[in-house]
């Protein structure tokens, strides 16, 4: 446990701040302070909002700076930021100027963690990706660790890693940012505009994204999508080995002809995949291209007939009077929508809508009228999407309604035996719900009291 006796020495006598007391970062704030550090935690909720979560911290000796003004406290020799915090906010770089150093959950994470890391980023397809890597390695190895963006901090697991595991992470932009150590394993599925929002640029973005390997070594490995001309080009600027994954062209895993091949030789047919979707197709190829070397073929056969996805990505909720509905409220980009509706078989009644991200429509525009026979909105960018759509089909049936409930018992009302009824909003949660996974629990909730 080399590594926790590192963590400890560098950490002994110091003050630590962590902003934001969300679901990843309040297990921080409890290890740290049953560690026997200072510990300040800041949060734009007030202590009245915060509940049982902040009574919780209190009793533990931390000390909460809360409300709108939170950010005029800030201290700490450390201060670990949100996420979703731009790294050079003003309260931030006044931090920085006093002495502070400012990082982050997986900054820090990355810097102790003892074994091999496995990470995968993207803007559609890394839950999935990881996942699938994650049910590969866990049937061959003692330890793999899930985590990152999915699941538990994984900061606050180092205790349980030793040098032999796996960890297995899914990244976010906001968590690239400002990394600068990069996976042992990488992998990008695929990108497009995301988070623009926050990100100044898609260039900016862009480069966030590039951290998960511009700091490998010879021996490491990238994972790239050949179909997308952002990856691709990140070949070039790449420091170890690279793998290359294609649906158009011969590549080092590549589908064609209703199989998927490794290496020129054919691994598995098409209809052995249980998941659907060619975008899934792709999610998988990057996934074996990046485990082959530590997982035998048949267990990555197995995988490909026994893994049928992860909760909130074309989840089938159930079938009501012969409507069927299906939860993809993970589907927070154009992108993911236009790959999910382009994975069933006939037209779906689509909802759609929810926060802006500040990122263009247009590429859903001709593909909603293709794939769909009515567009159902609600939300902050409801108007953006009807006006994408009404661009390519001026006639084509589409309404805003007030709230998710309202657009499902609409599109249930509309329905008839046979019908799909698909959420897959096209836009992030955080207009209405605190996460994508809380807005496919309200759908799933509202789906069963029909």
């Known amino acids: 446990m080399k590594h926790m006796e590192r963590f400890q020495k560098d950490i002994k006598g110091k003050s630590v701040g962590v902003v934001g007391i969300g679901v990843s970062n309040k297990p921080i ?35 909460l700076f809360c409300g709108p003004d939170y950010m005029d406290h800030l201290c700490g020799d450390w201060i670990i930021k949100t996420p979703g915090m731009r790294f050079d906010h003003p309260a931030l770089e006044a931090a920085r100027q006093k002495g502070s150093v400012v990082t982050s959950e997986m900054e820090l994470f990355f810097e102790y963690c003892p074994c091999r890391i496995i990470a995968v980023t993207g803007s559609d397809g890394k839950t999935t990706t990881t996942s699938l890597i994650y049910e590969m390695l866990r049937r061959t190895f003692a330890k793999v660790h899930l985590g990152g963006n999915i699941g538990f901090p994984l900061f606050c697991r180092l205790k ?31 990108l497009s505009p995301n988070h623009l929002d926050v990100h100044k640029d898609m260039e900016e973005y862009t480069e966030a994204k590039a951290n998960i390997f ?58 052995e995949l249980l998941l659907r979707g060619d975008h899934n197709v792709e999610n998988f190829m990057a996934a074996v291209l990046a ?7 048949e267990i990555i056969a197995e995988v490909a ?12 909720i159930r079938e009501v009077s012969g409507v069927r509905f299906f939860n993809d409220s993970i589907g927070s980009s154009p992108t993911r929508t236009i790959a999910t509706l382009r994975s069933f078989e006939k037209k779906v009644r ?44 001026p006639d084509f049936p589409m309404e805003i309604y007030p709230d998710l409930r309202a657009a499902i018992q609409a599109a249930y009302e509309e329905s008839v035996p046979g019908d799909i009824v698909l959420l897959s909003p096209a836009s992030a949660s955080f207009d209405q719900f605190r996460n994508f996974e809380e807005r496919g629990d309200f759908f799933v909730s509202v789906v069963k009291e029909l």
């Open 291 to 297: 485990v082959k070397d530590l997982v035998d073929p």
């Open 160 to 190: 349980e890693i030793s040098a032999e595991d796996l960890v297995v992470a899914e990244l976010s932009s906001f968590q690239l940012h400002t990394l600068r150590k990069s996976a042992h394993i990488s992998v990008v599925t695929n």
């Open 350 to 393: 689509l909802i759609a809508g929810g926060y802006d991200k500040k990122i263009p429509y247009d590429a859903l525009g001709p593909v909603v009228p293709e794939c769909a026979e009515k567009l159902y909105l609600c939300g902050a960018t409801a108007e953006k999407i009807q006006e994408a759509v009404a661009s390519c089909a």
């Open 214 to 271: 511009r700091y490998q070594g010879e021996e490491d490995l990238l994972v790239l999508n050949a179909d997308n001309a952002v990856t691709a080009g990140f070949a070039s600027q790449a420091q170890g080995r690279v793998r290359m994954f294609s649906s158009r062209k011969e590549a080092d895993a590549c589908y064609r002809d209703g199989a998927i091949y490794l290496n020129g030789e054919k691994l598995l047919d098409r209809k």
């Open 305 to 316: 007939r026994e893994f049928g996805g992860v909760r909130h990505r074309m989840e089938f």
């Open 29 to 63: 704030i409890t290890m740290l302070a049953e560690m026997g550090i200072q510990v300040f935690a800041f949060d734009k909720r007030t202590e009245e909002q915060l509940g049982e979560a902040g009574k919780e911290l209190r009793a533990l000796g931390v000390e």
